[in-house]
């Protein structure tokens, strides 16, 4: 954690009460001037911190960014997110991700971006991602698997994402669709991407990008985005804490990849089971250039989703799912 960060757990600590300088500088081990430096820094950043005459510093208000101050002391996790890591722009931080754990950053990492510029979905497509309304993140995971168990883990992560959704909206009922969506009332709230490196038969790491609609308003929405896509405060008319919904997904989510890691996917399948927007229904998927439609009938213990066709049951490990039979 920064100096300014220490600061901000100090102040908050103190719960609207003074903290003088000099216990400050005795917490940090630095001077007065830089306790001035960093609190500077903090109000550039957004937080409104009161000054005192020699009483010391207040923390009246703290802006609505997922900074590491804003997430650790929400966090109930042993692991994931107590190092997160906020930048205000970047193009991917699933691109980010990728250098840090190629220089060996540790597992659990997480990485909060304000905006994207160049965010992808899948099939390379870009991710709409507006300034300062959403949840743009990235988890860094080291599970010593065998690379074929990925296939299961963005279910996983979406698993989580819903809950935490619940946790944030009680009211709203956020449904899976194979393989990485989260959608409300049939519209999406939330994209998964997740990257993976990998030797024969070991996982290097996996990086579970996540972009989560919180803040985003109609007015905000490209008009071919209107009718697909929406947000918590679209659903319910209020606003949220983005760092408040990023601390409820890392609390979900590591107690299900922990089982996920430990006993694979079978131990899940009920829970995703139910929040199954497929399930039952009539899909087309697009897989390697070709359309198949059939009735999804659940997804298997390896993440794969069972579609039943004209042909007999077909698991489909990837590609894009389209409701209804959509014509050639």
């Not at 609505?64 to 002391?73: G, K, M, Q």
Request: with cysteine.
């Amino acid at each position: 954690m920064t100096g300014a960060e220490q600061i901000v757990v100090i102040l908050r600590e103190a719960a609207g009460d003074e903290v003088s300088s000099r216990v400050l500088c005795e917490r940090l081990g630095v001077s007065r001037a830089a306790v001035w430096k960093q609190v500077e820094g903090l109000r550039s950043d957004g937080y409104e911190i009161e000054a005192c005459s020699r009483r010391g510093y207040r923390l009246v208000r703290a802006p609505d960014t997922p900074f590491a101050s804003e997430v650790l002391p929400l966090l109930r996790t042993l692991r994931i997110g107590r190092d997160c890591r906020y930048v205000s722009e970047t193009g991917s931080t699933n691109r980010d991700m990728a250098a840090l754990a190629e220089g060996g950053a540790s597992e659990a990492v997480v990485l909060v971006a304000g905006r994207q510029n160049a965010g992808r979905g899948r099939m390379s497509r870009v991710w709409f991602s507006p300034s300062e309304a959403n949840l743009y993140f990235s988890m860094l995971l080291r599970p010593a698997n065998e690379p074929g168990r990925a296939a299961s883990l963005p279910l996983v992560a979406g698993l989580a994402v819903a809950a935490a959704l619940e946790d944030c909206a009680p009211g709203i009922k956020p449904q899976i669709k194979w393989p990485n969506d989260i959608l409300v009332g049939g519209r999406k709230v939330c994209g998964i991407l997740c990257e993976m490196q990998a030797e024969t038969d070991c996982v290097r790491y996996i990086i579970p990008g996540i972009g989560v609609n919180v803040n985003l308003t109609p007015e905000m929405l490209p008009g071919d985005l209107e009718k697909r896509a929406t947000s918590l405060r679209i659903e319910t008319g209020r606003i949220f804490s983005r760092a408040a919904v990023l601390a409820a997904v890392l609390n979900r989510f590591e107690p299900l990849y922990d089982r996920w890691r430990k006993d694979g996917f079978e131990p899940l399948i009920q829970a995703v089971a139910a929040r199954d927007l497929l399930y039952g229904r009539t899909v087309t998927l697009e897989i390697g250039g070709r359309r198949v439609t059939g009735r999804a009938d659940g997804i298997q213990s390896d993440g794969a989703l069972r579609l039943v066709t004209a042909q007999g049951v077909v698991p489909v490990y990837s590609g894009e799912a389209h409701l209804g039979n959509v014509g050639e």
